[in-house]
């Protein structure tokens, strides 16, 4: 029996317990895989240990070269009366341009063609050809951020036939700018980038391009008018990054992409490890539907243009690590995962207090949870009293949290409530380990000297309040006399 047959696989990822006799079938299942496996392991360690005796062959001839090598470039400096002090520098300059490893990735900064002096762009068109000639057969990372607009006198940028002449070695391309400049390169299809992977590409207008179509494609971070994003001419299921961020063609809410759309894309991506969209139609989601994606541990709903009236999650993502939901206020990135059990950033505005609370209880594994909220907004949600109250017993809501940020605007709470809020985490199997709160208003109570035990115990606190109102002082600017 192969996988293909198996009676098990709408339970696989799930905590379903086999009976006995379901335990003896899947061993049954497993013994022609497993040995399939074993033959495998044992070709790749044939195959390793080859590589290892060529790397070995390798390391033995480049020895004798690099030191037939050295005197050469000592009578060449010599000759051209360079100090001997400055020889190992040449040697290694020499070193540094015979190994391609080092060239393989460049970016090209953005010029003004039209007005730069003809010696700076020769200049630069033959710094680039040098660059990649080093590159050798390595496989290339190139990055092009251009300024210039298709005009009578400029049709194609001054670099594309380059660009166009390695596009067999092109790995990851990233672009931004007007996409007619770069027209040839484009439209290049699977068979002249057979290597490339990765694509950055941000304009102002609607490409027109082959090079998205191609099936090598696995990382695409895309921003573009579109009036509907699921009819870009991708291969959705071989992504396992994608970035989409639509601009709008008018004003009007007709175009771009709305929650259901957004759905749409991911059942199409079933290999998805990151994603991120952008909401630009007006929407009202129940929560996330039912879609199975295993390998992501990144997602990102960002946008204003949708509100969670009430919140449900059929989503499977057994490795998600990282949620952001709306407007994130400051720094978004996610940075490092490695202790996280679930990092949630979160837009109050995006959601009512019931929603909210139907959010949190859905997501019991968070452990790192931050909270902003704009300044103007038509539906202003921030936390009070009450709801801080939930975090604590009998409810004791987002059991493994361990740190919380409250930025300005979401802290509706009192004082109190924050150190009540303190005490009840501290008291949980799971500690917490870092409180971070900014209010909008001066302080009421000072909670830092009733938590020294816990701070002693390795508590972080942050807690900022607004400035104090100012006060007529009849000496001030005396000092500036």
Known sequence: MSFSNSPFTDRLNTNYIPSDSEILQIRALLVDPVEEVARIDAQIAEMELALTQLREKRALLQKPIDAHNAPHIAHEARSSGCSSGNLSLLYWRSVAYSTPILWSSIHIPPLDYLSTPPDVLLGLERLVATWLERSASRPLSVSLFDVNRVDSTLETHPLILQLVAVSQRLRCFKFSGDPELLD??????????PLLKTILMRTRNTPHTNILQIPTLQELNLTMPSSDPLSLPLPWSQLTSLRLENQRITHTHESGLDFDGAFDILRKCSNLEECRLYITKPSTPLGLPSINLPQLHT??????EFHFEKWSSGLVAPN???LRIGLVIGNNVP???AHVSLKADIDLDRFTPSSL????????????????????TDRPVSLDDEFMALFGPPHNLCPMLTHITLLPHSTGFSDAAALAFIRARMAMPTPLQRFEANFRRQMELNIM??????????????????P????????NGLDKL
């Open 357 to 376: 609370l139907e959010f949190l209880q859905s997501l019991p594994t968070i452990s790192h949870l931050r909270l902003s909220s704009v300044i103007y």
């Open 299 to 304: 997602l990102d709903f960002t946008g204003w």
């Open 320 to 322: 998600l690590r990282c």
């Open 449 to 466: 000297p009733e938590l020294q035990s816990f701070i002693s115990d390795g508590l972080k606190v942050v807690v900022g309040y607004a």
């Open 184 to 193: 040839p390169l484009l439209r290049l299809g699977p068979e002249d980038v």
């Open 468 to 475: 104090a109102p100012w006060k007529f002082k009849p000496q």
């Open 335 to 337: 940075g490092s995962l």
